[in-house]
């Protein structure tokens, strides 16, 4: 079984930073891709960044110059490095894994922009 867990989420203020991770453990192979994805109340969940296992990167145009998703291949771990935050940016933010033919996600974590 694979288990993603995340950290790095809280209350910020608009204009900072917060860096999310995302560290998978157990039976990890053939990681085919990490991604963001991001939840705001009301409203459905959308691709944030994802990173494929060729390093390629895509982001959703509302974050793209502000967040940088990187992974450590040794550590089975995705980040989210979130700059110059926005209200808008409010929301929960799930990795996932693309592993083999399966599919994992993370509990989430709360990242709240708010002055």
């Known amino acids: 079984q694979v288990q993603l867990v995340e950290s790095g989420g809280g209350l910020v203020q608009p204009g900072g930073s917060l860096r999310l991770s995302c560290a998978a453990s157990?039976?990890?192979?053939?990681?085919?891709?990490m991604g963001w994805y991001r939840q705001a109340p009301g409203k459905e969940r959308e691709l944030v960044a994802i990173?494929?296992?060729?390093?390629?990167?895509n982001y959703a145009d509302s974050v793209k110059g502000r967040f940088t998703i990187s992974r450590d291949n040794a550590k089975n771990t995705v980040y989210l490095q979130m700059n110059s935050l926005k209200p808008e940016d409010t929301a929960v933010y799930y990795c996932?894994?693309?592993?083999?033919?399966?599919?994992?996600w993370g509990q989430g974590t709360q990242v709240t922009v708010s002055s």
């Open positions: 157990g039976s990890i192979f053939s990681i085919n891709f």
């Open positions: 990173i494929t296992s060729g390093g390629s990167t």
């Open positions: 996932n894994f693309g592993l083999g033919v399966y599919l994992y």
